[in-house]
């Protein structure tokens, strides 16, 4: 679906900008370290990796309100530097200092491209993951982190693998509104069937939704596209592409109106199965919730029924933090189908 007007490109500088001012405000960080799953799972994944860290240098990539900085000085950390960009990282020192961890944590204003650290360090300790783990990720800056700062062989980086995961899926909210102008004429007496094509293309969109989709509205086991190993990835491979193959047989009849994206991250564990955070439907949500792909028009299934593809993930144009998703896929006997999607950037519109 074409759009009438063009984004304008943003520079790198406006678009850290506009970044790094998202998380000036407290509710940002009150949604994040309420959302238990997420920072449970850390101070988790962190206690677990106690013998790795204690008596260890830590770099917290991103660090906020110092809340990761803090776990792992409870993990035993020697010293932790805490690298945060924007001005809650006022609030981290007085976090730090409230907690009795001025002597373990230094708090440092900045990128962590442009900081100097005293020393090297042998853990890197981030939570760095967007919405479809890519969008307005900080992931870029682990990766710089990782290839300058973290001594090597044998360095650590919490979590240590991203995984990503697909599935079509049933939305019966969109559904009703579709349905709802052809109901008009019983209520009001006024015909508006007309205008279900014209919401179809409203609803049915090329946004990328953020919405928490229900196990229920599920109709395939989830498919894995793509694996990210911390250690090893590259800026590079990023800047190009995320992609991946995907095949889901569908569990019985139904209506796909949409493809669900979803992501973990895996922290590893010492003599035991890595611990993970997940964002699938189908484990108790978090504020990541799912992205929601929808088709332009839903397609009916039965029991089997094959859903096969690729998708890739890839940086905006107008702003390399933002990303796209294009997928390429078939459902069943259809003729085979092809759909970008980028989750809608009202910052630099208004800029416009």
């Not at 209520?187 to 989709?213: E, P, T």
Request: glycine share 4%; proline share 4%.
């Amino acid at each position: 679906m074409s759009h009438a007007v063009k984004k304008r490109k943003l520079d790198k500088t406006r678009q850290d900008s506009l970044y790094f001012d998202s998380y000036s405000d407290v509710t940002i960080h009150e949604e994040m370290i309420a959302d238990h799953v997420r920072t449970n799972t850390y101070r988790s994944g962190i206690l677990r990796n106690s013998e790795s860290i204690r008596g260890k240098v830590v770099l917290d990539v991103g660090a906020g309100t110092g809340v990761l900085s803090v776990f792992c000085v409870q993990a035993g950390a020697r010293k932790v530097y805490a690298v945060e960009a924007c001005s809650i990282a006022d609030q981290a020192v007085k976090i730090v200092k409230q907690n009795h961890m001025e002597d373990r944590i230094q708090v440092i204003r900045g990128t962590v491209e442009t900081v100097d650290l005293p020393e090297m360090v042998e853990v890197i300790v981030s939570e760095w993951m967007g919405y479809a783990l890519l969008h307005e990720s900080m992931l870029n800056s682990v990766l710089y982190a990782r290839d300058k700062w973290l001594k090597k062989p044998g360095g650590l980086i919490l979590p240590s693998r991203a995984e990503l995961f697909i599935a079509p899926v049933s939305d019966p909210v969109v559904e009703d509104r579709l349905n709802f102008w052809c109901t008009v004429k019983d209520q009001y007496g006024v015909d508006m069937s007309c205008m279900s094509d014209f919401a179809r293309r409203c609803i049915m969109n090329s946004d990328i939704a953020v919405n928490s989709v229900t196990v229920e509205d599920v109709l395939s086991h989830p498919s894995r596209f793509a694996e990210l190993d911390l250690h090893s990835v590259t800026p590079e491979e990023l800047l190009r592409s995320v992609t991946g193959r995907f095949r889901c047989e569908c569990f019985g009849s139904a209506t796909v109106n949409a493809l669900c994206v979803w992501f973990t991250v895996t922290f590893p564990c010492p003599d035991k199965p890595g611990l993970v955070l997940s964002t699938s439907p189908f484990m108790p949500e978090t504020h990541w919730k799912q992205a929601v792909l929808y088709l332009d028009a839903p397609v009916d299934v039965v029991q089997d029924t094959e859903v096969e593809g690729e998708i890739s993930m890839y940086p905006a144009e107008h702003s390399a933090r933002h990303i796209c998703i294009r997928a390429d896929f078939t459902i069943g006997e259809q003729k085979r189908q092809t759909k970008t999607f980028s989750i809608p950037d009202w910052s630099s519109e208004a800029q416009q």
